[in-house]
């Protein structure tokens, strides 16, 4: 648990918040017409689509079998991964 909520349901509050924020982002960026950068990045930002959309179903299969007790250790790897690349900037 983390300050007393299940990872599960953090994970899951985590996304239904962030909704409103990327929506109003994307509404954002498409005024600016800030999507051309995608149309001259194609070919990464389908990769990058593809894994993502990937990565969501097999989450998705594996939420309910998954349990808490791994989640929690395999979250903080991640985070302290990313934390180590962004502060190298790699």
């Known amino acids: 648990m983390i300050c007393g909520i299940d ?4 994970g899951s509050l ?6 409103p924020t ?3 982002g994307f509404a954002r960026y498409s005024r600016e017409q800030s999507f051309s950068v995608l149309r001259r990045n194609r070919a990464f930002f389908l990769v990058m689509a593809a894994g993502s ?3 969501t179903f097999i989450g998705g299969l594996l939420f309910g079998l998954v349990l808490s007790a791994v989640l929690l250790p395999l979250l903080v790897a991640v985070l302290l991964l990313s934390a180590v690349k962004v502060w190298r900037h790699e």
């Not at 990872?7 to 953090?10: D, F, G, S, V, Y």
């Not at 985590?14 to 909704?19: E, G, N, P, R, T």
């Open 7 to 10: 990872i599960k349901l953090a």
């Open 22 to 24: 990327m929506l109003v």
């Open 14 to 19: 985590s996304l239904a918040i962030s909704h």
């Open 53 to 55: 959309i990937l990565g």
